[in-house]
């Protein structure tokens, strides 16, 4: 079992930068990729962007891309999500999981969700 905790959240003016941290611990097995979800109220959650296990391949979401980053540290076995030019449509709880199975819907491939880190961005 592998637990997650991420960290990095606040509160930010539009334009700002905040840097997400994903920690893991415990068990690794069937991992594929980590990602960062994010989750408005009253909308679904969305990936907003993933690295392989391996490290050798990122995706970003359309909303992501130009403005934020994710890289991993497997010295410390943690996953951050860099974020610039955050901007007003960016607030949400953003989570880190793991991506254990290949198959099925993007959402239903992920496990072991953390308790999520607030983002806010003021105007």
Request: proline share 2%; aromatic share 10%.
């Amino acid at each position: 079992q592998v637990q997650l905790v991420e960290s990095g959240g606040g509160l930010v003016q539009a334009g700002g930068s905040l840097r997400l941290s994903c920690a893991a611990s415990g068990r690794t097995f069937r991992t594929y990729a980590m990602g960062w979800f994010r989750q408005a109220p009253g909308k679904e959650r969305e990936l907003v962007s993933a690295v392989s296990w391996s490290g050798s391949s990122t995706y970003y979401a359309d909303s992501a891309k130009g403005r934020f980053t994710i890289s991993r540290d497997s010295a410390k076995n943690t996953v951050y999500l860099q974020m610039n030019s955050l901007k007003p449509e960016d607030p949400a709880v953003y989570y880190c999981a793991v991506q254990t199975k290949l198959s099925g819907t993007i959402r239903a491939n992920y496990d072991n969700w953390g308790q999520g880190t607030q983002v806010t961005v003021s105007s």
